[in-house]
């Protein structure tokens, strides 16, 4: 039995079971309201192929069913405050109610009393989305590297398994970070993700090959961090960041991530090369990502100049520096903000352009992160907070979309919250937008999804379905960087752990 599966047998543990089919009730006094439930799936646009949307009725009751009216037919389920709604029906559900809508009608029963509540509707979408996401799954304010798991879902139905544990390798005394997971292409027969501490480096699979490699060399100020590999090229960019925490104890935002060095770099994985890609003076170049044809690479810049160490001398050690540029970083990090940027690549001559200005934050007070280019190049998507690169603690951070086209802001109200949102991502086919938002309770960054049409207008968000609707309360530890795929990972995680263990390749330099 899988972490997971212990985790949705606890949470079944606190599920009644009612014996013989539900039905409606005969008799019922009506509310005019909708009822609350949770996972709130009211009015949401869902995907034709996603798992059933199973959610618990938060009414004081002790007894709730729900009718599903959809083209050509209706269902009803309930087990006690429970909807769980059957995997095969669903999808015959999902297939007569394609393009169309699904009506829901919630009953709950206090006393003998039933309470009939206002029909909300479930909209499918004509398009599916891609079958598996990922993520890391992280305790939300970690100060050790304790057991963290890269995972991948079947999110057409509740399948999950671990990609990568640390527990396969780490030992008390040595801990080992695991994250940044990238795929070329939404494929994952290229893919990577870094190790730190024990056993560090770089995760590479390329194609029936796995190695380790280590991406720091003598030039640049760290390994590679923040990844994005190139649509149909052998190539991965890079930051390379110099980066600092600090906790907070009485903050909103319990964790700020400052990076005090990072430029961009560019890694050929056939030939084993790193070279750079922007590495300015007072530049504080991160979160690369190309377009889908391969020609721009996207990034965020925050242009920051340290008063500290302007007048040291070529003789000052070097570490010394970086320790004054980590003391002014946090006593001024609020004034860090981060624009975003392109440059013109060249496939053929492997060549980058100048840099230009696609979206300035910093004109509004604001600080831009972790841009995605939708698949069709017309929108980009990031997040925006009051300062900083680390958004996810950052109750006013929203995700933001501008049409590149035109170069107006898209309206993303449906999809944000009062709580933080960060690392927005794009389908495959460019029709869904997840991204991960702690608006549940605060602590837990959960993943959410949402429906954006060909009219370019976002639809109000949706949790990722679970089994059992009430895993979130029982799943303590946070979702981070989710990432869409059209396949999951084929190597097994201690395949991973054994390559992990062997001495990491270093990376040559290239001028």
Known sequence: MTRHNIICAVATAFVMISCGQPSVPDSYSKKDAEPHIFPDYTNVTIPSNIAPVNFTVQEDASEAVARFTYPGGEKVYGEKNNIMIDEDEWKDILAAAKGKDIKVDVFTAKNGKWTSYKTFTISVAEEDIDPYVSYRLIQPSYVAYESLYIEQRNITNYENDDIYSNMLVQTEQDGQCINCHSYQNYKTDHMLFHMRQSYGGTMIVNGDKIEKVDLKTEETISAGVYPAWHPTLNIIAFSTNKTGQSFHTKDVAKIEVQDTESDLILYDVDKNEVSYIENAEDELEIFPTWSADGKTLYFCSANFHYYGTSSVSDTTNLDTVRVKKETEMIQRYKECKYDVYKKSFNPDTRTFGKRELVYSAT??????????????????????????????????????????????????KAMNSERAESYPVWSSNGRWLMCESRRDDGNYTRPYIAYFDKKGKVHKAFELPQKNPNFYTYQLRSFNRPEFMKEPVKVTPHEFASVAKTEAKKAIFKK
């Not at 998507?381 to 603690?393: L, T």
């Open 363 to 412: 004109q509004n007070d604001k600080s831009a992160t972790l841009p995605r280019v939708s698949p069709d190049g017309r929108y980009i998507a990031f997040a925006e907070g009051n300062w900083g690169c680390f958004h996810i603690w950052h109750p006013e951070a929203d995700i933001r979309i501008i049409d590149l086209k035109t170069g107006e802001m898209v309206d993303t």
